[in-house]
């Protein structure tokens, strides 16, 4: 504000208390008042108001009854509004400062809309003929305020979604059949309603839209259904009540000027009881991203703008998925053609799209920047090659130049044969193994590795001395031996195979490698490694894993806890004290390297459970992330008995201490191990990993090593803040 305005508001506000007002204030006698905590003295106006108008200027001058009452006759403070402009500013009187703050929002806003203020009738009128407004009081001056900052603030917005808007008017009208097409093939939740009487012969199918015949329907049972072949859930009538689907997604691709628009819905339908022929089909559009000829493009996404109203907002920087998760749906053909032969025409999404029923659009977009080889894959029927790659996010080593089958790894005829199978990279990768080893792998075999979640690289260790029939044989027998999961079993197979060489043992030998009794042999090789010299073995780990000691010491301070009465957790000291613990539990941690190399990058650490009364007596060893959740809890044998139940409550308690200590390093490395566990975890169960044998046998893996963590809540807070 300018000098010169506020030497002229500074004379207009000098303004001093009527005598009336302060002989009203010498006669509010403070009456004693009983609080909650203690004794208040309170007056029954708190605040007096007087107002000036002088020429196009409005002065509201505050005084407090208890200034007054000790003969002050200078306002508080005093508000300046100037008449038919939008400015107003308040001057503070006892820090001799200006503030542009609504009254509402002022330091003493408790006085103001208390019932406590005397605020005289012609005062107040002066109010009304000056703002016109209906009342004239306090709320009346602090509402037109508002109003002012509100505008205020709508036209600063506009600067910015004016233009947003001024895109987002461009973009075509949904096609004529789009509410046709997403109740029939973006929704993909269909249901056969049927009449709960015996015999029941023929129902209503939501995807046909007809009567269609059944047999034996059971409520709730999933089928197909006999017209269209859609998968459908049969549902009674009388029991269904109201049905919703669940969310689904699904895109439409269209131009946009010169460039194209990829536009995403969320999708579902709901159906009212009784009247289950008619559902309510709705979609609901949350993110476009519009892309020139090179895919560079810019996002905007549905949601509140700056806590106001929803709308279209421009998302920050370019286009990118780094922080997108990609949300498969189905998608809208009609518009490809025409696209192919523009934008879209060296990419491969209109030949992607007609291999695999549900994808994201965007997502292979995007990908297709960083792997301009997913156009030519898509181009030759290898769509499901494509998307095992962007689904998980997957490079695949290949060839620039040359023909398809030679840049694959394999020749002419194995290519017919990934493309006849429907492949994805796992049924590749064992088609790549079978030319490396020159010897036909047949359907049966390849299809069992991929059922098993076994990848070729998983073999590496054995490969070159059996081929894959071979393996495939030893894997079946040690199983029908042991009933261990496969992939169990592959782990034991390579463990043993790495302990015998580093013995000294010649694992070329067959008697060696293809151990008839595996796991016996894997307990002898443990034994013996455990009858090494431990400082040598330390050693010998420690050139691959060189950070593993500083790691221990870096955290002792942090993850330590000695002050229970019954339980205490220790740090060790260094690669040797692991070793030590290992050997006393029996527990294959002292030739499994994987525990070694997860420490030396921080993914997790290696921790001791032990007994207050016997502190130096190894009890139970726990695999701990960065922040406290605890991965694994093992004691002898790598068994977990009933007493851990016992220290349960007393780990929670000791993640509640040491998240005191946590910093932000400790939360971003605590989010990496848990991304990295969460990857694994789907991963087995999209590959339906069940245990084989022991207590668990039958269950899915990933929940029986998810029903062993102690997750450890709030590190996202200590990122965050």
């Known amino acids: 504000m300018k000098k010169d305005v506020e030497k002229k508001l500074l004379e207009i506000g000098d303004i001093e208390a009527t005598d009336e007002m302060m002989q009203k204030a010498a006669s509010d006698v403070p009456k004693k008042v009983q609080g909650y905590y203690s004794v208040k003295y309170e007056y029954k106006f708190n605040i007096h108001i007087t107002v000036k108008i002088e020429g196009n200027w409005m002065a509201v001058a505050f005084f407090y009854t208890e200034n007054m009452r000790l003969g002050a006759k200078r306002p508080v403070c005093i508000l300046f509004m100037e008449h038919g402009t939008e400015f107003f500013v308040t001057y503070d009187i006892r820090t001799e400062k200006w503030s542009n ?35 004239g009081d306090i709320t009346d001056i602090n509402q037109y305020q508002d109003q002012i900052r509100y505008r205020q603030l709508k036209r600063r917005h506009k600067k910015e979604t004016d233009p947003w808007d001024a895109v987002m008017e461009k973009v075509h009208d949904l096609p004529k059949d789009w509410e046709h097409w997403v109740a029939k093939s973006a929704i993909t939740e269909h249901f056969i309603f049927y009449q709960y009487q015996k015999k029941v012969k023929t129902g209503y199918c939501t995807r046909c839209e007809k009567i269609v015949p059944i047999s034996k329907p059971r409520h709730n049972k999933e089928g197909r259904c006999p017209c269209c072949r859609r998968k459908i859930k049969f549902k009674a009538f ?5 049905i919703a689907t669940s969310n689904e997604y699904a895109y439409l691709l269209q131009s946009f000027e010169d460039k194209m628009i990829v536009r995403e819905f969320k999708v579902y339908a709901r159906y009212e009881k009784g009247d289950y022929e008619n559902p309510k089909n709705y979609f609901f559009e949350v993110r476009r991203v519009i892309l020139d000829e090179k895919l560079q493009g810019q996002v905007y996404y549905y949601g509140v703008y700056k806590q106001t109203n929803s709308r279209w907002i421009k998302d920050r920087g370019i286009w990118s998925c780094s922080y997108y998760y990609q949300q498969k749906g189905q998608v809208y053909r009609r518009t490809l053609p025409v696209l192919s032969k523009g934008i879209l025409k060296r990419t491969g999404l209109r030949e992607f799209a007609k291999q695999i029923f549900c994808l994201d659009p965007e997502y292979y977009l995007y990908y297709l920047k960083k792997s301009p080889y997913l156009e030519r894959l898509s181009k030759a029927g290898l769509g499901n090659v494509v998307n095992d790659l962007v689904s998980a996010n997957e490079s695949l080593k290949i060839r620039k130049n040359g023909k398809l089958a030679k840049a694959l790894g394999i020749d002419g005829e194995k290519l017919k044969r990934l493309r006849g199978a429907k492949g994805g990279i796992q049924y590749l990768e064992w088609l790549q193994e079978e030319k490396k080893q020159g010897e036909e792998i047949s359907e049966k075999h390849i299809k069992w590795f991929i059922r098993q979640g076994i990848r070729p690289e998983t073999l590496d260790f054995i490969t070159d001395k059996m081929s894959v029939i071979q393996i495939y044989n030893y894997l079946i027998r040690q199983h029908k031996m042991y009933g261990e999961d496969l992939r169990q079993l592959i782990i034991t197979w390579r463990d043993y195979l790495s302990m015998a060489k580093s013995l000294g043992v010649d694992t070329s030998d067959e008697i060696i490698f293809r151990a008839s009794k595996l796991k016996q042999r894997h307990q002898e090789m443990v034994r013996l490694m455990e009858e090494r010299n431990i400082e040598e073995q330390a050693e010998e780990y420690l ?43 029996h527990h294959c941690a002292s030739g499994d390297e994987r525990y070694y190399d997860r420490i030396n990058r921080e993914e997790t650490y290696i921790l001791f459970l032990r007994k207050k009364d016997d502190i130096n007596v190894s009890y139970y060893t726990l695999e701990v992330e960065p922040g406290g959740t605890v991965r694994q809890k093992r004691t002898e044998y790598d068994r977990q008995k009933a007493d851990i139940a016992d220290a349960v409550d007393f780990l929670k308690r000791w993640q509640k201490i040491i998240r005191k200590r946590m910093t932000l390093e400790d939360a971003r490395l605590a989010k990496i191990s848990e991304e990295l566990r969460a990857e694994e975890f789907k991963e087995m169960r999209k590959k339906k990993l069940k245990v084989r044998g022991g207590d668990y046998a039958g269950r899915m893996l990933a929940d029986v090593l998810q029903a062993d963590l102690m997750e450890f809540p709030g590190m996202e807070e200590k990122e965050a803040a």
């Open 543 to 585: 050139t691959k894993y060189p950070n593993v000691n500083q790691v221990c010491s870096k955290i002792k301070e942090k993850y330590e806890y000695l002050d229970d009465k019954t339980y205490a957790v220790l740090v060790p000291n260094s690669l040797t004290d692991i070793l030590k613990e290992s050997r006393n539990l």
């Open 238 to 242: 009388g029991r269904a009540g109201r």
């Open 101 to 135: 703050a609504t009254i509402g929002r002022y330091d003493w806003k408790w006085h103001i809309f208390s019932s406590k203020i005397f605020f005289g009738e012609a005062d107040k009128a002066r109010v009304r003929e000056f703002l016109q407004v209906k009342d």
